[in-house]
């Protein structure tokens, strides 16, 4: 299983980006998506997640501002981020908690599926 995510770039401070992450492979079920970032020098943290039936949970810093979607046909995840801070520059992973098909095409759960990390950097 691979998620492959994009949308990252440099942008100035009220601006806005959106984030993508596409996931593939041998995926049984996607029960949640999510995103989370990690600063420099500081650990990650969850901006945003959205389960299968769309529930949505926000991290404070990002209520109001961000908006999680998804695609459950596409196996995707988007993230909208209007308003964005200096403080919002960060790496950005997508993560998802899902059910795939192992080896033996037996079923494994696992929630420790992220993808490599899209840059957003806002400059004041």
């Known amino acids: 299983v691979q998620l492959q995510a994009s949308g990252g770039g440099l942008v100035q401070a009220g601006g806005s980006l959106r984030l993508s992450c596409a996931a593939s492979?041998?995926?049984?079920?996607?029960?949640?998506m999510g995103w989370y970032r990690q600063a420099s020098g500081k650990q990650r943290e969850l901006v945003a997640s959205?389960?299968?039936?769309?529930?949505?949970n926000y991290a404070e810093s990002a209520k109001g501002r961000f908006t999680i979607s998804s695609d459950n046909a596409k196996n995707t995840v988007y993230l909208r981020m209007n308003s964005l801070k200096p403080e919002d520059t960060a790496v950005y992973y997508c993560?998802?908690?899902?059910?795939?098909?192992?080896?033996?095409?037996?079923?494994?759960?696992?929630?420790?599926?992220w993808g490599q990390g899209t840059q957003v950097t806002v400059s004041s």
């Open positions: 993560n998802a908690n899902l059910v795939y098909f192992g080896v033996h095409s037996e079923y494994v759960a696992t929630s420790d599926c």
């Open positions: 492979g041998r995926i049984v079920s996607i029960t949640s």
């Open positions: 959205i389960t299968r039936g769309g529930d949505t």
